[in-house]
């Protein structure tokens, strides 16, 4: 069996299934159905949102399974979400090590909770 095409391969739009079919009873219900937002995805982003799944969503994993930087693999993921007609968030604030290292002291001595390193750490 072959994949149920979700766009038109000669206009681009998103395809409707109009029909179809059981093929134990033989039941066959004709409409108008909806095929989803995974069906707007080309071969590509599907193989790598099948791959980002299968990494619980551990870009370290998918960047070693797929054999792509780090960079790349973010720049997939949001073509990804974009394809699915979500926005991207924001890039994440990066933190000097110089910074990173002055949170970390201060939450070994204390000075502040986990929760606020990790907001720190993040860029929030």
Same mark, same amino acid.
């Given at each position: ?60 994993? $998918?960047?070693?399974?797929?054999? /792509?930087?780090? #960079?790349? $693999?973010?720049?997939? /993921?949001? !073509? /990804? ?6 926005? $991207?968030? #924001?890039?994440?604030?990066? $933190?000097? #090590? ?17 929760? !606020? ?8």
């Amino acid at each position: 069996m072959y994949p149920v095409p979700g766009r038109c391969p000669v206009c681009g739009e998103e395809m409707t299934v109009t029909r179809v079919h059981c093929r134990h009873c033989d039941t066959v219900v004709e409409g108008h159905f909806a095929l989803g937002k995974f069906h707007r995805l080309t071969p590509e982003q599907l193989q790598f949102a099948e791959n980002f799944i299968r990494c619980e969503g551990k870009i370290t994993r $998918v960047e070693e399974i797929m054999g /792509l930087s780090y #960079p790349t $693999v973010r720049a997939r /993921l949001h !073509d /990804l979400i974009r394809a699915l007609g979500y926005e $991207v968030g #924001p890039e994440p604030v990066a $933190v000097s #090590p110089d910074e990173r290292r002055g949170i970390l002291e201060e939450l070994a001595q204390g000075k502040i909770s986990a929760e !606020d390193a990790l907001g720190f750490l993040q860029g929030q």
